[in-house]
C-alpha cells in the first residue's frame, strides 16, 4: 500500500495577520461546525492509502472550536496510520487552552508547531498577531507540562522597524525554552495584504538588505552554536527532530490535501481545492469532493520542481535519486547552470550531489529561474 503525507486545512483565526497572504479567514465562526463536518466528509473519502505524516495547518487550527475538534477526530482516527506517524498540529498563542492541548495529545499529535514571530509585544503588536510574549510562553510551558516533547517555533525577520538587537535577542530567549525546531522565515510583502498597501504608499519602514543578510547569517550561527542543524534554507532542528512532513514536499513525495485551498499532488496529478469556505463545504456536501483544478504534470514539470525543491535542502539534490526518477544524468540536463554556479561558488558539487552555499541560497531565486527548461 502506497504511503503518503497528509495535510488538513483549518482556515480560521481570530483575527488576520498583516502580513498574511495564507487562505485563512477571521469573523467566519459561524461557520466552524459546517465546515469541520464537511472536512471529516472529506478525510473519510481517503482510501487504499497508508498516512505517515499528518499535519493540521491554517488558518489557527488551535482557534477551531472543541466541537468541530471532536467531529475530525472520528474520521481521523479511522485512518490506516504508520506505527511511526508523525502528527503535528499548528497554533497560535492566547488560542492555547489546556483543555484543547489535551485533547490533541490523546488523539495522537506528537508535535506542535508554535507560531511566535519576535520577541518583543511592540513588534507582535505591529504584526497584527494576537497575541504577547507572556501567552507564548504560557502556551509553550503548558506543551511541555501535557508531554510534548517535539515543539517547533516559528520566528520572522526582517520585520518592519526591526533591529538586528531585537533578533538576536529572540533567537535568544526561544533558544532558552529548548524547543526541538525552529523554523526562521524571512519576512515577504505578499500582494494583497495589509503590509502590502502600506508598503506601496510608503508606509512601511523595511530593513535594508544588507541587515536581512546580516540577520540571516545570524540565525545560522546562532543556531548552529547551540547545537541546531540546518536542513532546509529556513528550517533548523536539534538531533533527530526534523519535521518529516515538510521533507516530503522538498523531496516531492506524494501528499494529499483536505480542506479548502489545500493541494495534493498524488500518482503524478496536481490537485486543488476551492478556498471559499462556503463554497467548500456546499461542494463537500452535494458533490462529496471540493477539487476545482486538476492538472497532470509533465516529464519536465516533475524534473524542475525536483530541483527546486531539492535545492532548497542543505543536504542538495542526489545525482543517483535524480536518474532514478528520470531515467537521465543530471548533468546532461542540468551542467551549464551546475558549472555556471559553482565555478562563482554559489554551488558545490561533488560524486553524490549538487547543492547551494550561504552565497548561493541569498541569490537562490536567481538560480531557481535558470532551472526552469
Same mark, same amino acid.
Given at each position: 500500500? #502506497?504511503?503518503?503525507?497528509?495535510?488538513?486545512?483549518?482556515?480560521?483565526?481570530?483575527?488576520?495577520?498583516?502580513?498574511?497572504?495564507?487562505?485563512?479567514?477571521?469573523?467566519?465562526?459561524?461557520?466552524?461546525?459546517?465546515?469541520?463536518?464537511?472536512?471529516?466528509?472529506?478525510?473519510?473519502?481517503?482510501?487504499?492509502?497508508?498516512?505517515?505524516?499528518?499535519?493540521?495547518?491554517?488558518?489557527?487550527?488551535?482557534?477551531?472550536?472543541?466541537?468541530?475538534?471532536?467531529?475530525?477526530?472520528?474520521?481521523?482516527?479511522?485512518?490506516?496510520?504508520?506505527?511511526?506517524?508523525?502528527?503535528?498540529?499548528?497554533?497560535?498563542?492566547?488560542?492555547?487552552?489546556?483543555?484543547?492541548?489535551?485533547?490533541?495529545?490523546?488523539?495522537?499529535?506528537?508535535?506542535?508547531?508554535?507560531? @511566535?514571530?519576535?520577541?518583543?509585544?511592540?513588534?507582535?503588536?505591529?504584526?497584527?498577531?494576537?497575541?504577547? $510574549?507572556? /501567552?507564548?510562553?504560557?502556551? =509553550? &510551558?503548558?506543551?511541555?507540562?501535557?508531554?510534548?516533547?517535539? $515543539?517547533?517555533?516559528?520566528?520572522? =525577520?526582517?520585520?518592519?522597524?526591526?533591529?538586528?538587537?531585537?533578533?538576536?535577542?529572540?533567537?535568544?530567549?526561544?533558544?532558552?525554552?529548548?524547543?526541538?525546531?525552529?523554523?526562521?522565515?524571512? @519576512?515577504?510583502?505578499?500582494?494583497?495584504?495589509?503590509?502590502?498597501?502600506?508598503?506601496?504608499?510608503?508606509? @512601511? #519602514?523595511?530593513?535594508?538588505?544588507?541587515?536581512?543578510?546580516?540577520?540571516?547569517?545570524?540565525?545560522?550561527?546562532?543556531?548552529?552554536?547551540?547545537?541546531?542543524?540546518?536542513?532546509? %534554507?529556513?528550517?533548523?532542528?536539534?538531533?533527530?527532530?526534523?519535521?518529516?512532513?515538510?521533507?516530503?514536499?522538498?523531496?516531492?513525495? &506524494?501528499?494529499?490535501?483536505?480542506?479548502?485551498?489545500?493541494?495534493?499532488?498524488?500518482?503524478?496529478?496536481?490537485?486543488?481545492?476551492?478556498?471559499?469556505?462556503?463554497?467548500? %463545504?456546499?461542494?463537500?456536501?452535494?458533490?462529496?469532493?471540493?477539487?476545482?483544478?486538476?492538472?497532470?504534470?509533465?516529464? #519536465? /514539470?516533475?524534473?524542475?520542481?525536483?530541483?527546486?525543491?531539492?535545492?532548497?535542502?542543505?543536504?542538495?539534490?542526489?545525482?543517483?535519486?535524480?536518474?532514478?526518477?528520470?531515467?537521465?544524468?543530471?548533468?546532461?540536463?542540468?551542467?551549464?547552470?551546475?558549472?555556471?554556479?559553482?565555478?562563482?561558488?554559489?554551488?558545490?558539487?561533488?560524486?553524490?550531489?549538487?547543492?547551494?552555499?550561504? /552565497?548561493?541560497? &541569498?541569490?537562490?531565486?536567481?538560480?531557481?529561474?535558470?532551472?526552469?527548461?
Amino acid at each position: 500500500m #502506497k504511503k503518503v503525507a497528509l495535510y488538513i486545512h483549518i482556515p480560521f483565526c481570530k483575527q488576520k495577520c498583516l502580513y498574511c497572504d495564507f487562505p485563512s479567514f477571521a469573523g467566519k465562526e459561524g461557520c466552524m461546525i459546517d465546515y469541520a463536518s464537511a472536512l471529516a466528509k472529506e478525510i473519510d473519502s481517503i482510501k487504499d492509502k497508508k498516512i505517515k505524516t499528518i499535519f493540521i495547518g491554517g488558518g489557527t487550527p488551535t482557534y477551531l472550536s472543541l466541537e468541530g475538534w471532536e467531529i475530525i477526530k472520528k474520521s481521523i482516527i479511522k485512518l490506516d496510520v504508520c506505527s511511526d506517524l508523525e502528527f503535528t498540529v499548528e497554533g497560535n498563542p492566547g488560542t492555547f487552552t489546556r483543555e484543547k492541548l489535551e485533547f490533541l495529545k490523546k488523539m495522537g499529535v506528537n508535535r506542535l508547531s508554535i507560531g @511566535l514571530q519576535a520577541w518583543q509585544d511592540s513588534l507582535l503588536k505591529e504584526l497584527g498577531r494576537i497575541h504577547t $510574549i507572556e /501567552d507564548f510562553i504560557e502556551s =509553550f &510551558e503548558m506543551a511541555r507540562d501535557i508531554g510534548f516533547n517535539n $515543539i517547533n517555533v516559528d520566528l520572522m =525577520f526582517g520585520l518592519p522597524s526591526q533591529t538586528l538587537k531585537q533578533y538576536i535577542e529572540t533567537l535568544k530567549n526561544v533558544i532558552d525554552l529548548k524547543p526541538e525546531h525552529l523554523s526562521c522565515y524571512n @519576512l515577504i510583502i505578499e500582494e494583497g495584504t495589509e503590509f502590502y498597501k502600506r508598503f506601496e504608499e510608503g508606509n @512601511l #519602514k523595511l530593513p535594508d538588505e544588507e541587515l536581512e543578510r546580516t540577520m540571516y547569517a545570524k540565525t545560522i550561527d546562532v543556531l548552529k552554536d547551540n547545537g541546531y542543524i540546518q536542513y532546509e %534554507i529556513s528550517n533548523f532542528a536539534k538531533g533527530n527532530k526534523v519535521c518529516r512532513h515538510n521533507l516530503v514536499y522538498w523531496e516531492m513525495d &506524494e501528499y494529499i490535501g483536505c480542506g479548502s485551498a489545500s493541494h495534493s499532488y498524488s500518482d503524478g496529478f496536481r490537485y486543488r481545492n476551492e478556498e471559499n469556505i462556503e463554497k467548500y %463545504i456546499k461542494m463537500m456536501n452535494v458533490n462529496n469532493n471540493a477539487i476545482v483544478e486538476k492538472t497532470k504534470n509533465s516529464y #519536465k /514539470d516533475d524534473m524542475e520542481e525536483f530541483m527546486f525543491m531539492g535545492l532548497r535542502k542543505s543536504a542538495g539534490i542526489s545525482k543517483s535519486e535524480f536518474m532514478t526518477r528520470f531515467g537521465i544524468d543530471m548533468t546532461s540536463v542540468y551542467g551549464k547552470v551546475i558549472d555556471k554556479y559553482t565555478s562563482t561558488g554559489f554551488m558545490k558539487e561533488n560524486r553524490e550531489s549538487i547543492f547551494l552555499t550561504f /552565497d548561493g541560497i &541569498e541569490v537562490s531565486n536567481v538560480i531557481m529561474a535558470e532551472i526552469i527548461l
